[in-house]
């Protein structure tokens, strides 16, 4: 099984909240790539939770929860 960095780049530091969100993004799909290895299974299961609006709002609480953290560790792209 292929070693998965879960903070790419090793930082959760970017420069703007669109940066951070994209970050948030990578960092959930991560999280299931982690969980779920294989990348055949990944595919089936895509069609399942595609059309279920609960796992869909999952999938958006799994991001904002990241995006939560992303912008505590930026101050919140205050500017000091």
């Known amino acids: ?6 903070v790419p780049s090793n ?3 970017t420069d703007t909240p669109e940066e951070g ?3 948030a993004v990578k ?3 991560l999280i299931i ?9 990944r595919d089936k299961l ?3 939770y595609a ?9 958006g609480q799994t991001v904002a929860t990241e995006f939560a953290t992303v912008a ?6 205050q500017k000091s």
């Open 11 to 13: 930082s959760l530091i």
């Open 46 to 48: 895509r069609n399942v």
């Open 33 to 41: 790539k982690m969980t779920q290895p294989d990348a055949a299974e």
């Open 27 to 29: 960092m959930a799909r």
């Open 72 to 77: 505590a560790a930026n101050n919140y792209w």
């Open 21 to 23: 969100r994209q970050l």
């Open 51 to 59: 059309s279920d609006a609960m796992m869909l709002i999952a999938v």
């Open 1 to 6: 099984m292929e070693e998965i960095t879960l």
